[in-house]
């Protein structure tokens, strides 16, 4: 099994419009939108890498960076 981790969310603020729905799909409230409405990762600790801020948003203004981790069982199974 392959986990994610975050590397960082890069949000394109002229493409943002501000719309809320990767705030609202966001299941761990990583995502909130700022005084000007646009969205930016308040929590990012937080993150799940569930990329669904990535795939919900209707302007591809979000892109979640991640990085590969193997588990235990995976480096189990390729030394097998």
């Given at each position: 099994m392959v986990k994610r981790r975050l590397?960082?969310?890069?949000?394109?603020r002229e493409w943002c419009k501000g719309c809320g729905i990767c705030v609202h799909f966001c299941p761990r409230h990583v995502l909130e939108l700022d005084e000007q409405e646009k969205a930016f990762a308040a929590r990012?600790?937080?993150?799940?890498?569930?990329?669904?801020?990535?795939?919900?948003?209707?302007?591809l203004a979000i892109?979640?960076?991640?990085?590969?981790?193997?588990t235990e069982s995976a480096t189990k199974e390729q030394t097998e």
């Amino acid at each position: 099994m392959v986990k994610r981790r975050l590397k960082e969310h890069v949000i394109d603020r002229e493409w943002c419009k501000g719309c809320g729905i990767c705030v609202h799909f966001c299941p761990r409230h990583v995502l909130e939108l700022d005084e000007q409405e646009k969205a930016f990762a308040a929590r990012p600790q937080d993150c799940i890498c569930c990329l669904l801020c990535e795939l919900r948003c209707p302007d591809l203004a979000i892109e979640v960076i991640t990085e590969e981790l193997q588990t235990e069982s995976a480096t189990k199974e390729q030394t097998e």
